[in-house]
């Protein structure tokens, strides 16, 4: 703030922040196989690595679906399992199956610390170059505030879509001209944002205009492990895979969508 001539600073109220829990949460699978098929079928040992093999194609499928959580059921109105980051006997989130706010991670009703109420959600808009100019504008000079309603920087860079949205998302951000308009009017929205399909993404009409790298944490707290050890009790043997991850909303600010269901 402004020191006027020959006055003393001003002091700056602090203003206390959201607390962000993130959990890591562990994934794990096993085969157990008898002590008889290990040593007396000769197939065995093909099996054991082909059942290995399938958890290392399946592990990245699982992470898949774990973060596109984040966006499937980002506007459920009584929030969803994946949003909740309690930690049994350490921490407890006190958003529950919400984010850090208290509200959906897309939701029409986000507070600040100011009393100002924002909006990244829109429930009944499908893609289309109005509609898109609609929110881009909302996400660039309404929702560009930080938690004291100070202005940001805050450009969307991709537009994030199901693959049943490929050819409208091609026509809106990359005709030369714009969509079904016959004036000769130029697209003022070509190639502004780039299109991202992803096909975790369960909706065949909701998107998504997002920051990359921004709003979201995600963490690897374990890498994967294999193990392959015999069980003393009953002499059977047991294969094993094991890893940690988690992920969390930091700021909802960094995502804007449209059309996900509420429940």
């Not at 000769?42 to 699982?62: D, E, H, Q, Y």
């Not at 959600?121 to 309603?149: P, V």
């Amino acid at each position: 703030m402004e020191k006027p001539e020959n006055e003393d600073i001003q002091a700056d109220a602090p203003m206390e922040s959201y607390t962000i829990v993130c959990k890591n949460r562990s994934w794990a699978r096993k085969v157990r196989f008898s002590y008889e098929s290990v040593k007396d079928s000769k197939k065995t040992p093909n099996f054991i690595a082909a059942v290995v093999a399938s958890w290392g194609r399946t592990l990245p499928i699982t992470k898949e679906e774990f973060y596109a959580k984040f966006f499937n059921y980002g506007a459920y109105t009584a929030g969803n399992d994946i949003f909740s980051n309690t930690i049994t006997d350490v921490v407890t989130d006190s958003s529950g199956n919400l984010i850090y706010d208290g509200q959906p991670f897309f939701s029409d009703s986000h507070p600040d610390r100011v009393g100002g109420t924002y909006d990244n959600f829109n429930s009944s808009s499908s893609l289309s170059f109005d509609n898109l100019k609609t929110e881009y504008t909302k996400m660039t000079t309404t929702n560009n505030r930080d938690e004291r309603g100070n202005i940001i920087d805050l450009y969307p860079t991709v537009l994030l879509i199901p693959g049943a949205l490929k050819f409208t998302a091609i026509e809106v951000l990359q005709s030369e001209k714009e969509p079904d308009v016959f004036n000769n009017t130029i697209n003022s929205l070509r190639n502004i944002l780039t299109p991202v399909e992803w096909s975790y993404i369960t909706g065949t009409t909701v998107w998504f205009l997002g920051v990359p790298r921004m709003g979201l944490m995600a963490t690897n707290r374990e890498d994967v492990s294999l193990d392959f050890y015999q069980d003393e009790e009953n002499l059977s043997y047991v294969a094993r895979v094991f890893t940690r991850f988690g992920g969390a909303v930091t700021n909802w600010r960094y995502w804007n969508s449209c059309n996900l269901a509420t429940s």
